[in-house]
């Protein structure tokens, strides 16, 4: 529903007609919630002003849709604050409401002056909504004695054992600083932010470095209660409450510090790597994870965690959920070579003193493909082209390897037990002739397959 502008002010001519007071009176009030939900703006000035020689009155801006002009805290109210509206000759009345709202409002006689240009109340209590009605005009305010909620911390101690958890540390007040409330014009409950820091220092990730450095960190709170929480520190340290903004604008602010908090929460942080092999004669079968392919696969796993990490190992299982474990490493960096076919899983674990709180990095699969021995007949290598001058072997997962060639006398010319190596068709660094070689392979694959090769090797003189 909208209304206009003109038919507020007809409805606001009709009312005046009813001479029943408290009818006049409420039908204004639904009439003024009417215009606050639609957006409308009072055009009633409100100004304030604190008596000379006392701490300035803070004003806070309402919510929209609070239906009041703002929310004001006073140091005290006991006679040091006026609010005023223009009144350019027309009549003005003051009304208070409580927590109900303003449908139950009650005029305010006492503490109201008038100079036929601007009407003045000076309220004698706090924690009311106010509003002055001025020629079918209104304007709401909210006004917090702040005496009646003083800010005052005599410790901060570390709370029980039983009150904390991993994530969040409980800390135990001793002191002032109750919730601050408003109250819209239509009894809505509106919290008036106390803005209490806490401040202390926890840990975050060097990614670079792979190592927890101290940062500042700070937490806000509305109001203080016995027990208050914050994220909980992952590093010795002193939690400082400081506050509230009110004292603090007013000068006034007040700092208390804790004893210094060992931590219990951990966390950590892994990375892995896995070792680059260039063999132009290696196949690498596709993993079905980011690491693996053909073994043998080198992993180099690093773990950072933080202070509190007393117990820490990277563990190594076949089994995804970790139920059988069949490595413990307690070293941050961890060096692996997997050999066995299939998927391997690892993960980094570390706890507090107790294992009351723990942390377990990312899991990382390792999956290693079947093996596979292929040997070439032939190769040209007098011709040095670049292309077939060396005999390779195919291969893909072998673990285990011993080649050894022989001329057709059975004269060993070479051997050597890396599958990525060859025979560029030298002896003594000078060509053999062409002609049939013969080679013997043992192996063994990654899937335990076992090769037992044997045959020619025939080089062909291409000059």
Known sequence: MILSLDLCKIFRNFVRIIQLEKMQRFTLIIAALMLAALGSEARVALTYTPAEGTERVLRTDAPAGSGLEAIFVAPAVNGNVTFSVET?????????????????????????????????????????????????ESVYFWLVDYSRHPYAVTSLLEAPAEEQDCGRIALSVAGQG???????????????????????????????????????AEETLTHLSSTI???????????????????????????????????????????????????????????????????????????????????????????????????????????????????????????????????VGETYEISIGTSSLRCPNAFSPFNEDGTNDVWKVSYSSIVSFECSIFDRYGKLITSFTDPAEGWDGKRGGKFVPAGVYFYVIKARGADGRKYNLSGDINIVDYK
């Open 88 to 136: 350019e000759g027309r009549a003005a009345r003051w009304y208070r409401f409580s927590a109900l709202g303003a449908a139950y409002a009650e005029e305010v006689t006492s503490g109201v002056t008038s100079d036929g240009a601007r009407s003045t109340l000076t309220p004698a209590e706090g924690d009311m909504g106010y509003y002055a009605e001025v020629g079918g």
């Open 229 to 359: 929480h914050a994220n909980a520190p992952l590093c010795a340290t002193i939690f400082t409450l400081s506050g509230d903004r009110f004292l603090d604008q007013w000068g006034r602010g007040e700092s208390i510090e804790s004893p210094t908090i060992s931590p219990r929460a951990v966390a950590c942080h892994t990375t892995a790597v896995q070792g680059e092999r260039d063999a132009d004669n290696e196949v690498k079968p596709p993993s079905s994870g980011a690491f693996g392919g053909s073994a043998p696969c080198e992993m180099t796993f690093t773990a950072a965690f933080t202070d509190a990490a007393i117990f820490h190992e990277w563990q190594v299982s076949r089994q995804s959920d970790f139920e059988d474990i069949e490595l413990h490493e307690p070293d941050a960096v961890f060096n692996y070579t997997f050999t066995e076919e299939g998927t391997t899983y690892v993960r980094f674990y570390c706890a507090n003193a107790d294992a009351s709180c723990d942390a």
């Open 178 to 216: 109750d919730e601050i409330a408003a109250y819209t014009i239509n009894g809505r409950r509106l919290g008036v932010s106390r803005e209490i820091r806490l401040n202390y220092t926890t840990l975050k990730l060097d990614s670079e470095a792979m190592v927890y450095v101290t940062e500042p």
